[in-house]
């Protein structure tokens, strides 16, 4: 069956970075959407980061953009997320998800449905 794992998550500095890692054995998603979202405690769950299933498009929430990359290399089967001058906001679980609903879509117009993988990974950001 499909297994996602998460790393790369942990505590940082504000001003540091960490580069997330979301792998997939089992099955590929090289044909899908993938994407990146985050919940901090007692918030919705929130859009960070899409990429469509070639590696182009990447497109960002506000909150990230000029700070945060998406990007993914579908031979390891795996999606990425390089963060860098992270802020105290930034606190969140962190996931990453798949749009399985359209194979081979090239837009940038990432409206899902999206399935959310696993656990996800704590990302905290200490002033």
């Known amino acids: 069956q499909v297994q996602l794992v998460y790393s790369g998550g942990g505590l940082v500095q504000a001003g540091g970075s960490l580069r997330l890692s979301c792998a997939a054995s089992?099955?590929?998603?090289?044909?899908?959407?993938m994407g990146w979202f985050r919940q901090a405690p007692g918030k919705e769950r929130e859009f960070v980061a899409a990429?469509?299933?070639?590696?182009?498009?990447?497109y960002y929430a506000d909150s990230v953009k000029g700070r945060f990359t998406i990007s993914r290399d579908n031979a390891k089967n795996t999606v990425y997320l390089q963060m860098n001058s992270l802020k105290p906001e930034d606190t969140a679980v962190y996931y990453c998800?798949?749009?399985?609903?359209?194979?081979?879509?090239?837009?940038?117009?990432?409206?899902?449905?999206?399935?959310?993988w696993g656990q996800g990974t704590q990302v905290t950001v200490s002033s």
């Open positions: 089992g099955r590929t998603f090289s044909t899908y959407a």
């Open positions: 990429i469509n299933w070639s590696g182009g498009s990447p």
């Open positions: 998800a798949t749009d399985g609903s359209r194979p081979y879509y090239s837009g940038s117009n990432y409206r899902g449905p999206w399935d959310y």
